[in-house]
């Protein structure tokens, strides 16, 4: 059909049928405007010292052409390049969340979604696009920034654990149990194998690690593997008083400040666990929204908080830029297979 067809069509409409025509065209075009600075970013920082390989990590690469991508209305070109090592082609998404994504335009709309705490549903309603294709976008973005870390703490660490019910969350035909209902409770009563514990340990600069660590009382093996490398001597501890934190501190040769959970002594000058617990209470509180995550996923959720916590929880244009620059620098290979039929595995 000729542009002057479709224009006489359009000239058919009722006014109101126009005015929703006109919206959708602009949102169209603003989106796809819109998305094209942040690729352009990506590429920047992902090639700042040089070409990469995605594959091989060969420093010996050559743009390769260009290809196609369809963004809202419009058709752009985006750069395409080749490793003379291993031979394989690649792109600045190839390995990223946006990895084979045919609405790479609509990802800011729902990363803001995600900052608003809006549900699937929610945002589906809003962008367009099937919950369940959002869910995976979700959780590909969430396994990249799962990635983020640091070295080490500095002076006093702040330690103690959490604990979450253990899940299975859309998984069908379970063994052993009924199904629960948003979130459920444990049959158990205190700490058992149904539970599963979370360690969160943070500096006062703000460092912090937050993952899973097991079922159960959390026992001191685990305290080294987990967070071993990023404690030193010139750390002082401040924990609850479990005792696998005193032998730990023992053991690693640690200052430790343990206070118990009768709440009579909650500070010895410096030392408290307070901006622990604090995060603690956050965390629980954010995630009620959810009713229940799968444990599978729940690392996933720890990095998603932890990334808003450090962001101060801000909303605006900027966060957007910097959740969707931060993810595609951190490589991945998530794919909407991987992560359905994935496991919770320690």
């Not at 989106?31 to 420093?59: L, M, R, W």
Request: charged share 30%; proline share 1%.
């Amino acid at each position: 059909m000729a542009l002057t067809d479709i224009i006489k069509e359009i000239q058919k409409l009722n006014t109101s049928d126009q005015l929703r025509l006109k919206e959708f065209f602009t949102k169209s075009l603003a989106a796809s405007s819109a998305s094209e600075p942040i690729f352009k970013e990506v590429s920047e920082q992902k090639h700042k010292d040089g070409y990469t390989c995605t594959h091989c990590q060969s420093n010996n690469v050559v743009r390769f052409g260009k290809y196609p991508v369809k963004v809202g209305m419009k058709t752009m070109e985006r750069q395409r390049y080749r490793c003379k090592d291993c031979e394989k082609t690649f792109t600045d998404v190839t390995n990223t969340p946006l990895r084979g994504s045919h609405l790479s335009h609509k990802w800011l709309d729902f990363i803001q979604c995600m900052l608003e705490g809006y549900s699937l549903r929610k945002a589906s309603e809003l962008i367009d696009v099937h919950f369940v294709t959002l869910f995976y976008w979700r959780h590909k973005i969430l396994f990249a920034l799962k990635q983020m870390d640091f070295d080490q703490f500095s002076g006093i660490v702040e330690m103690d654990e959490t604990y979450f019910l253990y899940s299975e969350k859309g998984k069908r035909n379970l063994k052993g149990r009924k199904a629960r209902k948003r979130g459920g409770a444990s049959q158990f009563r205190g700490i058992s194998k149904e539970q599963v514990c979370v360690l969160i340990a943070r500096d006062r600069q703000k460092l912090t690690y937050s993952k899973v660590i097991g079922q159960g009382r959390i026992v001191k093996s685990r305290l080294e593997k987990a967070i071993g490398s990023k404690l030193s001597k010139s750390n002082t501890l401040c924990t609850d008083a479990w005792r696998a934190f005193k032998t730990y501190a023992k053991d690693k040769g640690l200052e430790h400040y343990p206070f118990k959970s009768d709440g009579k002594e909650r500070v010895k000058g410096l030392y408290h666990i307070q901006n622990v617990n604090n995060y603690h209470s956050r965390l629980k509180g954010w995630m009620d929204r959810f009713n229940g995550v799968a444990t599978k996923y729940l690392d996933h959720y720890l990095s998603w908080f932890q990334f808003l916590d450090l962001i101060r929880f801000r909303n605006d244009s900027t966060t957007v830029s910097k959740m969707v620059i931060d993810s595609c620098l951190l490589s991945t290979d998530a794919t909407y297979d991987k992560l359905r039929l994935s496991t919770f595995k320690l």
